[in-house]
């Protein structure tokens, strides 16, 4: 089945930083790829996905652009803020039914 | 705006205890699914929902049951409350599967104790 690896945290870095979370997967084809959000004491919510190769989804900042040659789907900020402080989540359908399977998570801490 | 509510946010409870979560969206979505959360885990599917009184095991189910008796809301039982089912349990909701993918809309969560 499909599986989604990505980069072990905490990562800290200071306000204004360049962010990279690596995430790379995979799978059966071509399937979307997703990065949820999860900021303290709330559940998930979708940050941006990509539904094809070549595709790049971005909100709020972030982007992560789909790469088949490298079976990769890394998140990018140029510029983070305190408030990105959460933990981020990539993920891969799996199975039908619109399951999902999530990669471990990466905590991102930003410092002022 | 989706909106799905779980009904508690923390709780704590003896090992053997029946434990009921209770899950309700409000967007007449057909889908409904619960995850554990653990550190350095990720999420792990326990159990999801695809119609009304339909329920297919996912990757974790043992010592878990849920029921889906009317659309909005999907329950997951503890039989029997164990301290290795200490969690973060998470619900979601969904659209059917179509074409590229369909988001998921989480619920803020229930963190459960088990002693």
């Known amino acids: 089945g499909n599986s989604v690896t990505q980069m072990e945290g905490p990562v800290t870095l200071s306000e204004e930083a360049f962010l990279t979370i690596n995430c790379t997967y995979t799978?059966?084809?071509?399937?979307?790829l997703f990065w949820y959000v999860q900021y303290p004491g709330e559940g998930l919510q979708l940050l941006l996905k990509a539904t094809k190769a070549d595709d790049k989804g971005s909100n709020k900042g972030f982007e992560a652009t789909y790469r088949k040659e490298t079976t990769s789907f890394h998140l990018e900020k140029g510029s983070v803020q305190v408030s990105d402080s959460a933990v981020y989540f990539c993920?891969?359908?799996?199975?039908?039914?619109?399951?999902?399977?999530f990669g471990a998570g990466t905590r991102l801490a930003v410092h002022p | 705006d989706v909106k799905v509510t779980q009904s508690s946010r923390y709780l704590v409870k003896r090992t053997g205890e029946k434990v009921f979560l209770e899950c309700v969206q409000d967007?007449?979505?057909?889908?409904m699914f619960w995850y554990r959360q653990d550190p350095g885990l990720g999420l792990r599917l326990i159990y999801f929902?695809?119609?009304?009184?339909?329920?297919e095991k996912g990757d974790i189910p043992e010592g878990y049951s849920v029921s889906r008796e009317k659309k909005e809301r999907f329950s997951l039982i503890l039989e029997s409350a164990s301290t290795n089912q200490t969690s973060m349990y998470l619900c979601?909701?969904?659209?059917?599967?179509?074409?590229?993918?369909?988001?998921?809309?989480f619920g803020p969560g229930t963190r459960l104790l088990v002693l």
């Open positions: 979601a909701s969904s659209r059917p599967l179509a074409g590229a993918g369909e988001t998921q809309y």
């Open positions: 929902s695809y119609d009304v009184k339909m329920k």
């Open positions: 993920a891969s359908p799996s199975g039908g039914y619109n399951k999902l399977i």
């Open positions: 799978a059966t084809g071509y399937p979307s």
């Open positions: 967007m007449d979505h057909e889908n």
